[in-house]
């Protein structure tokens, strides 16, 4: 259904922070009125007209871009948007408050979808809602197309192949170490763990979050028994200390979710996992021991209703960010390692940006244009799907573009 419409993206939420980075990333590398069709699109004219004055100073083809205003829960609003466009790319969060009518109207209309959550019981709510729908309609929704979960997603993806290829058998088993990291809290994500806090004694929320299969599609078998790290361990075999990672909780689900949709039985003996990793000496110890004690103060701190409130003006707010120069100085470094008897298989993954702000405009965006211009190699797959299986090697082969190289290590 997405073959024949009017324009290739719609950029939704393109007034906040974040949405203006994917529009300036767009422009920069795609442009206005050349190869992509692509428009601005949100509830505030006069913010949008704002964005797109400040993009035409730095090409002033954007003052051809077309604005689109709608009400985010307006269902039918939402509809006649998305018969619109071949793919709606959303960076408005959190996702649970404001996203449910836009993904429900992809659905119905046949209409590619990518986001930026890690609101993993939303997620867990779209999938069972919609997903015979956007099945019959050939809809590809993909969420997590940013920092969480992209380079876990495809990182997974890759190594699981690399190692089946030499040694002719499935991993039983996939680590994720994240070995470097500078970059900024984005107040989006904020806002959605916030948000997901205060519904924690939901039953649903409680257990999409807990639950470490909580993604899994349906019928799917459980792996092995997995639980996200929660102490600082010492890793012989790769000399690091490890440490819990803050996105752990939702990567490692998406990539629970992606080795069930790609690799169906096989993927129940694999355990997959995540975590930080520091080097083998005391100073390494003591950045674990710190990134450890630092996270269960922030978890206990947003657990408790009147210390949450006291906290949430500390945090980064929705549309805040740091500065060019501040994203320009981020980074990141990723091994995936996939292990079985016969031996092991290592993919690196680095990015030379921030990870929640620079990085993820770039991998947001060209998850659109992939998602928009790439049908021909991609998987004659249609639901809710992840990176890897909505996209897999195709979008691995865009992101050095923005920054993130994935290479066998």
Not at 176 to 181: A, F, I, P
Not at 379 to 384: N, R, T
Request: hydrophobic residues 45%; aromatic residues 6%.
């Amino acid at each position: 259904m997405t073959t024949h419409r009017d324009s290739d993206v719609l950029l939704w939420g393109a007034t906040g922070f974040t949405g203006e980075l994917v529009a300036q990333y767009l422009l920069r590398h795609e442009g206005v009125g050349r190869n992509l069709r692509w428009s601005l699109g949100g509830r505030s004219k006069v913010k949008l007209e704002q964005v797109r004055q400040r993009l035409t100073a730095i090409d002033p083809a954007a003052a051809d871009l077309s604005l689109v205003v709608a009400d985010a829960q307006d269902a039918a609003a939402m509809l006649a948007l998305c018969a619109k466009f071949r793919v709606v790319c959303s960076t408005v969060g959190p996702y649970a408050r404001f996203g449910s009518e836009l993904v429900a109207a992809c659905a119905a209309q046949g209409t590619h979808y990518c986001d930026l959550t890690g609101e993993v019981h939303w997620m867990r709510q779209m999938i069972d809602a919609h997903t015979v729908q956007a099945a019959q309609t050939g809809a590809r929704i993909v969420h997590a197309c940013g920092f969480d979960s992209i380079p876990s997603d495809l990182g997974a993806l890759q190594a699981w192949r690399a190692l089946h290829l030499a040694t002719g058998a499935p991993p039983t088993l996939v680590t994720t170490y994240v070995l470097d990291l500078k970059g900024g809290f984005s107040g989006g994500t904020a806002a959605s763990m916030v948000n997901m806090m205060e519904h924690r004694h939901d039953p649903g929320v409680a257990k999409a979050m807990m639950d470490p299969y909580s993604l899994l599609p349906e019928g799917a078998a459980r792996g092995p028994k997995v639980n996200d790290l929660q102490g600082v361990v010492r890793d012989p075999i790769e000399g690091v200390w490890t440490a819990p990672f803050v996105m752990a909780a939702t990567n490692a689900k998406v990539v629970r979710r992606s080795l069930a949709l790609l690799f169906g039985d096989q993927a129940s003996a694999c355990a997959y996992e995540e975590k930080m990793g520091y080097p083998l000496t005391a100073g390494g110890l003591a950045m674990a021991v710190g990134m450890t004690m630092g996270l269960a103060t922030m978890a206990g701190t947003m657990s408790v209703g009147w210390m949450r409130r006291m906290m949430v003006p500390m945090l980064p707010q929705p549309g805040e960010g740091p500065s060019e120069q501040e994203r320009d100085a981020g980074r990141f470094r990723y091994e995936v390692v996939a292990r079985n008897a016969q031996g092991q298989a290592r993919v690196r993954i680095t990015g030379d940006k921030d990870p929640g702000y620079g990085a993820t405009a770039g991998m947001l965006g060209e998850a659109a244009l992939c998602l928009a211009f790439d049908p021909p190699p991609l998987p004659a797959i249609a639901g809710f799907l992840t990176p890897a299986t909505a996209m897999g090697e195709a979008l691995a082969l865009r992101l050095p573009r923005a920054g993130v190289v994935f290479a066998a290590a």
